[in-house]
Structure formats: C-alpha cells, structure tokens
C-alpha cells in the first residue's frame, strides 16, 4: 500500500510537539484548505467549517505511521478523519473537529 497525503495544521507541524510522529513520512508541498477555519478547543488546534482558509504542511504518510497518528488524535473522539481536496486539487486526510463536539 502507497503512502496517503496528510494536511497537518497545528500540533504535527515541523517544530511542534507531536511532529516526531510524522518522522520518515516524506514532506510534499505545502497546501491550502479552503472553507474551514482554525480554531483552538481545550488547548489545542482544530479545523472546523468556516469561510477561511488554512495554510499547512502535506505529507505522504505510509501506513505503518497511521496507527501512531490515529491514537494519538484519539480518532474519532477528539478529532474526526476527514478526506478533503486541497485548493491545489491534491485529496487528504486532514484531522478536524468532530459533527458531534459541540464547542
């Protein structure tokens, strides 16, 4: 199985604290997430809907890293995997707010 693109926004940016996740995955190009906005919920970065849009690094994550990430976002609880297109066309995973959490 090839490696699936990643939009990462806050926590897992190069320099942040979660980043070691990411270690290996291959950096793309940056890209733009158009109609969302970054808000902070309990601390920390979240995408919701919104008339925004949210710069952030890509990368091509293989899916021995999936794992690692998916507890570590507490999927689906905290954040929900979403599939989203970037406005550059490429298609993500991208981790947002969930429909249920009501902030």
Do not use: N
Request: one cysteine or more; hydrophobic letters at 40%; proline letters at 6%.
């Amino acid at each position: 199985m090839s490696a699936e693109l990643l939009f990462v926004y806050g926590s897992l940016r190069r320099g942040q604290s979660a980043h070691q996740l990411l270690h290996g995955c291959s950096r793309q190009p940056d890209g733009v997430l158009v109609g969302c906005e970054l808000i902070e919920h309990a601390g920390y970065p979240m995408l919701q809907p919104g008339d925004q849009a949210v710069t952030g690094e890509v990368y091509g994550v293989s899916p021995a890293h999936w794992q690692a990430i998916v507890a570590w976002a507490e999927a689906p609880k905290v954040y929900q995997r979403a599939r989203r297109q970037l406005q550059d066309g490429r298609l993500v995973w991208v981790y947002q707010r969930p429909e249920q959490l009501l902030i």
